[in-house]
């Protein structure tokens, strides 16, 4: 049972590494792309307040200038997203594997303990068998040893020898003139 909950407790302590991995990696990407935006936000104000200051420049430069900034700001949104997808992807990933490992080990754990309860369950099934096997023997050889004793006692009361008293035949004498 204790190789159970060590294998429970690896998972945790594996889970809760790659969630503060993860974690981690969102944070800095997260903290890159602020500073990014911030940066690029400051400098779009700049190109307003310059456009305000100087009506020199057109509206149309001001625009494409602010267009160039908003087309920054997509890509560095869209590379931020796509690093943190794909960071995130490849921890998932080789926290499914940990999790796969860990279930196959878990797996074979109860395999194992399975195949030792049908050993011990086998074994105490054959040393009972043995025991009710000696004992229905010795039931059955006494039950026959008193079957033969009462049978030769019955044989005995009867078929006591039958004597037969033969008493002295007299034969009457023929006379053969009478008829």
Known sequence: ?????NLAQKFKTQS?????????EVQNATTQLNSFMTAKLLESETII??????LDTSNEQLLVMLATH???MSTA???YLNSVQA?????????AEDI????EAYTQHIAGLIEQREDRIAQIIKSEMKKWAIV????ALTILVLGIIIGAMLFNKFSEPTYIIQQPQTQQPINYGQR
Not at 16 to 24: N, R, V
Not at 49 to 54: F, H, L, V
Not at 136 to 139: A, F
Request: aromatic share 2%; proline share 0%.
């Open 77 to 79: 949104l869209t590379t």
């Open 136 to 139: 229905t023997s010795l039931v």
């Open 1 to 5: 049972m204790s190789e159970v909950l």
């Open 100 to 103: 796969e490992k860990t279930i």
């Open 87 to 95: 960071h995130t992807k490849e921890h998932l990933n080789q926290f």
């Open 16 to 24: 809760e590494k790659q969630a503060k991995t993860i974690e981690q």
């Open 49 to 54: 307040k310059d456009g305000m200051d100087s």
């Open 70 to 72: 908003q087309t920054d």
